[in-house]
């Protein structure tokens, strides 16, 4: 059974840092593209960043790019995600998700059940 | 990063059919079939129900399909039951290798 447990959230003052993390389980994670997508208090999805499955490639939405940085230990089975120079606006529950990618597939099979940050002073 | 464009709420009775549009531009939607729908129930983490525009993943009911018609997608949900009432995105990968998701459509079953 494929898994995605993420950890890491919690209250983090403006300016601050945060490491994610996302564990995963059930599959060959190394064969595999992730991505962080985040959901606002009351609001939609926001896709944050991805990586692919060797690290190879990367990429980021306009909102993050600069502060925030993805990350993948194979061996590990683990994401992660390196939040620096928070803002209120950050404050979301953030989801690991597993993408397949096949010919012109592209979509979001997994998803874990999220981890809440709350960035306050 | 492009936007798509989704009707924030849409409703019908136990039975009945909806659909809920995800419009975006001939540069994206109209040009790829990289349109993908998301179900997330309150409190939950989203779903994928349809992927490439109106594939169904195994474990979907086929009451739900998915198409596209020039530049909008859509998701039709026949035979509505309680249980589908829930928040609806569509997303698309982009030409610049990054994801857009549409604003999100509260489903509500009467």
């Known amino acids: 059974e494929v898994q995605l447990v993420e950890s890491g959230g919690g209250l983090v003052k403006p300016g601050g840092s945060l490491r994610l993390s996302c564990a995963a389980s059930g599959f060959t994670f190394s064969s595999y593209s992730m991505n962080w997508v985040r959901q606002a208090p009351g609001k939609g999805l926001e896709w944050v960043s991805s990586?692919?499955?060797?690290?190879?490639?990367?990429y980021y939405a306009d909102s993050v790019k600069g502060r925030f940085t993805i990350s993948r230990d194979n061996a590990k089975n683990s994401l992660y995600l390196q939040m620096n120079s928070l803002r209120a606006e950050d404050t979301a529950v953030y989801y690991c998700?597993?993408?397949?990618?096949?010919?012109?597939?592209?979509?979001?099979?997994?998803w874990g059940q999220g981890t809440l940050v709350t960035v306050s002073s | 990063q492009s936007a798509l464009t989704q009707p924030p709420s849409v409703s019908g009775s136990p039975g009945q059919s909806v659909t809920i549009s995800c419009t975006g531009t001939s540069s994206d939607v109209g040009s790829y079939n990289r349109v993908s729908w998301y179900q997330q129930p309150p409190g939950t983490a989203p779903k994928l129900m349809i992927y490439e525009v109106s594939n169904r993943p195994s474990g979907v009911p086929d009451r739900f399909s998915g198409s596209k018609s020039g530049n909008t997608a859509s998701l039709t949900i026949s035979g509505l039951q309680a249980e589908d009432e829930a928040d609806y995105y569509c997303s698309l990968y982009t030409s610049s290798s990054t994801w857009v998701f549409g604003g999100g459509t509260k489903l509500t079953v009467l």
């Open positions: 998700a597993r993408l397949v990618v096949a010919a012109t597939s592209y979509y979001f099979d997994y």
């Open positions: 990586i692919s499955s060797s690290s190879s490639y990367i």
